[in-house]
Nanobody
């Protein structure tokens, strides 16, 4: 069975930091591109960051560049999102996603339809 389990969300004041984790099981982790998406109530799910399966190259949404850092530990089957300088507009449920690098070859990192598996999400709330 495939499972992506997010953790690390919570309530933080503006300017604060959180580190999200996503533990994957049931997949050959090193063969999957990993991504983070966010979804606020009543809004579309939006791309936040992605990291390649091979080189570990990161890609970020413009809104989080310079503030968030995505990383992965293939030995632990885990992807992370370090979130610094948080803003109230970052408030959302954050979802982890995994994309098979063969099946999804050529698909953009930022597209929700480019990913095969999704976690249940973890809530991030940033107060002003």
């Amino acid at each position: 069975q495939v499972q992506l389990v997010e953790s690390g969300g919570g309530l933080v004041q503006a300017g604060g930091s959180l580190r999200l984790s996503c533990a994957a099981s049931g997949i050959t982790f090193r063969r999957y591109r990993m991504g983070w998406f966010s979804q606020a109530p009543g809004k579309e799910r939006e791309f936040v960051a992605a990291i390649s399966s091979s080189r570990g190259a990161p890609y970020y949404a413009d809104s989080v560049k310079g503030r968030f850092t995505i990383s992965r530990d293939n030995a632990k089957n885990t992807v992370y999102l370090q979130m610094n300088s948080l803003k109230p507009e970052d408030t959302a449920v954050y979802y982890c996603a995994a994309a098979d690098i063969v099946r999804r070859a050529g698909r953009p990192d930022s597209g929700t339809d480019s990913y095969d598996y999704w976690g249940q999400g973890t809530q991030v709330t940033v107060s002003s």
